[in-house]
């Protein structure tokens, strides 16, 4: 597996974002730009066919309202028999310095699923 991180830059101007999965983060779910269908089946894959006992799915700024609405649907619709929880909500902010030099705050969230 190849060894790459989330990184999100926003200005007015421009926005970039770069997703992938560090090596051993294999249940770790970073909600984007993709259609909100691939996180639920993200998410439900990471349960039913990987076998995860836990799934994180983490999100900044305005994608944290995607991410929990992809948790929920995945829980209540597709994972109904399984009988997933929400053990923890970690949420928090990040600061960064945009290409003007100002320095932002950007919130984010960690879910963090059990079975």
């Known amino acids: 597996m190849t060894e790459e991180k989330t ?4 200005t007015k101007e421009e926005k970039t974002e770069t997703k992938a999965v560090k090596e ?6 970073y909600v984007g ?3 909100f ?5 993200a998410i439900v894959m990471q349960f039913q066919s990987k076998g995860q006992k836990d799934v994180i799915v983490s ?10 609405d992809a948790t929920e649907v995945a829980r209540r619709t ?12 970690k949420i928090s902010s990040e600061q960064f310095e ?3 030099g100002k320095r ?8 963090l699923l059990k079975k």
């Not at 932002?104 to 879910?111: A, E, L």
Request: proline content about 2%; charged content about 30%; glycine content about 4%.
């Open 7 to 10: 990184e999100i830059t926003e």
């Open 24 to 29: 051993g983060e294999d249940n770790k779910i």
């Open 59 to 68: 999100a900044r700024g305005k994608f944290i309202s995607k991410a929990i």
């Open 78 to 89: 597709f994972l109904k028999e399984e009988h997933i929880q929400v053990k923890d909500i």
């Open 104 to 111: 932002i705050f950007v919130s984010t969230i960690k879910i």
């Open 37 to 41: 269908m691939n996180y639920v089946t």
């Open 98 to 100: 945009n290409k003007l």
């Open 33 to 35: 730009i993709k259609p």
